[in-house]
């Protein structure tokens, strides 16, 4: 049963456009909603996080938006480059325990 | 100024011949994680140290151990690998309840 899913797979945009991946979660025990970014060949590194007493964090050009009642966090590349073709994995912890629940990636390409 | 350093970073092993891949960190992180990550796919849990506390994933085969002998290094020993096992291995610290971090990995090939 997939606890975290993760939409969509794979995404194309252009430079200078937004890039949003959506990622919506089953479990409400869960209170930490990590990103992370991974370049091929790379351990996964950690974008931006947030915990659900915030709706939204901003970090640069990264946003997570969260939405507590309808169980969904999203990612927000604004003038998306080159360099951020990556994979990223949204991710959500229980803090009582250690362990991450991954969505499944999506493969983000921006094109020059 | 690295924080999770995996050695080494690639390996390659004979089918049936074990293998020992080393991760150490300089965060003094309580927890140490090992998982494996297929290509295109999400990293896979194999198991997990709370401190000296071992906690293995459901479905981590037995022919996958771990050994942590003090808070900055473990170990991940692969007894008899088969072409199945070929993958990127990572480890991952944390303090509890707090964001991961991850190594740069240790591909592994069999031949």
């Known amino acids: 049963q997939q606890q975290v899913k993760q939409s969509p797979q794979s995404l194309i945009v252009q430079k200078g456009g937004i890039s949003i991946i959506n990622c919506a979660y089953e479990?409400?025990?869960?209170?930490?909603f990590p990103w992370y970014q991974q370049f091929p060949g790379k351990g996964p590194a950690l974008l931006i996080a947030?915990?659900?007493?915030?709706s939204e964090k901003k970090e640069g050009r990264f946003t997570i938006s969260f939405n507590k009642s309808a169980k969904q966090f999203s990612l927000h590349i604004m003038d998306s480059q080159p360099g951020d073709s990556a994979t990223y994995f949204c991710?959500?912890?229980?803090?009582?325990?250690?362990?991450?629940?991954f969505g499944k990636g999506t493969m983000l390409l921006v094109s020059p | 100024d690295a924080m999770v350093i995996q050695n080494p970073r690639y390996q390659v092993t004979q089918f049936g011949k074990p293998v020992t891949l080393s991760c150490s960190q300089t965060l003094n992180h309580n927890v140490m994680y090992w998982y494996q990550q297929k290509s295109s796919q999400a990293p896979k849990l194999l198991f997990h140290?709370?401190?000296?506390?071992?906690?293995n994933e459901a479905d981590t085969p037995d022919n996958f151990q771990s050994r942590r002998p003090n808070t900055s290094f473990c170990f991940l020993d692969i007894r008899s690998p088969g072409l199945g096992d070929a993958a990127m291995y990572l480890c991952?610290?944390?303090?509890?309840?707090?964001?991961?971090?991850f190594g740069p990995g240790t591909r592994l090939t069999v031949t």
């Open positions: 991710a959500t912890l229980n803090s009582g325990y250690s362990t991450l629940t």
């Open positions: 140290y709370y401190d000296k506390d071992f906690n």
């Open positions: 991952a610290t944390s303090i509890q309840g707090h964001e991961q971090y």
């Open positions: 947030i915990r659900p007493d915030v």
């Open positions: 479990n409400t025990a869960f209170d930490y």
